[in-house]
């Protein structure tokens, strides 16, 4: 996704001061650089992840509407995953405001929750669901979905490898 102009400014003002403390470490990684590359993963997001005050678009947030709009026009079922449940909250905010349902399950759902979300999705009751990725890890079989979005990708992709297997089960006639 391409961010705005103003959006890359806060991504790049991230980047320079995460690129600066690994020069003044000697190239040696830091906690606090840890930190600052997982903050610049949050403005790939969305800006207003690492500043509090933003009051600018979201490119990502955007584009996601418009492809999720295309997605379901033709009937389709998404899985909709991201490892930050705080960018996850601003997904909900834009669809609660584009009167768009969905299920929602992250690492606070108990598993009598997660039982009955999943049975609700598998049943139909709504085509998207939006899931933290470390919760969709686990035990979950969600083969009502035929399409798998990662609104960031995760540092090993065998996380999200197995989110997608949530879709793809043996037996399973490919879409």
């Known amino acids: 996704v391409e961010l705005t102009d103003e959006e890359l400014s806060v991504y790049e ?11 003044e470490g000697g190239n040696k990684i830091e ?7 997982t903050r610049l993963r949050q ?4 800006a207003s992840l690492v500043k509090k005050e933003w009051t600018g678009g979201c490119a990502k947030i955007d584009l996601l509407m418009s492809t999720l ?6 009937g389709n079922r998404t899985l909709l995953f991201s490892q930050f449940t705080s ?11 584009a009167g768009i349902e969905y299920l929602y399950l ?17 049943q139909g ?9 470390k919760a969709g890890g686990l035990g979950l079989n969600l083969t009502g979905a035929n399409y798998v979005v990662h609104l960031d ?12 297997d949530r879709v793809h089960r043996i037996g399973r006639r490919g879409d």
């Open 43 to 46: 403005a790939a997001c969305c």
């Open 31 to 37: 906690v606090q650089t840890l930190a600052e590359i």
């Open 69 to 74: 709009e295309n997605i379901t026009t033709g």
């Open 13 to 23: 003002f991230i980047r320079r001061r995460a690129e600066n403390m690994l020069k």
């Open 106 to 122: 992250d690492g606070g759902t108990t598993i009598k929750q997660r039982e009955k979300l999943v049975q609700r999705f598998q």
């Open 153 to 164: 990708p995760w540092w090993n992709p065998a996380v999200e490898e197995q989110a997608i």
């Open 125 to 133: 009751e709504t085509s998207l669901f939006i899931i933290s990725l």
């Open 87 to 97: 960018f996850l909250e601003i997904v909900k905010k834009r669809l609660d405001e």
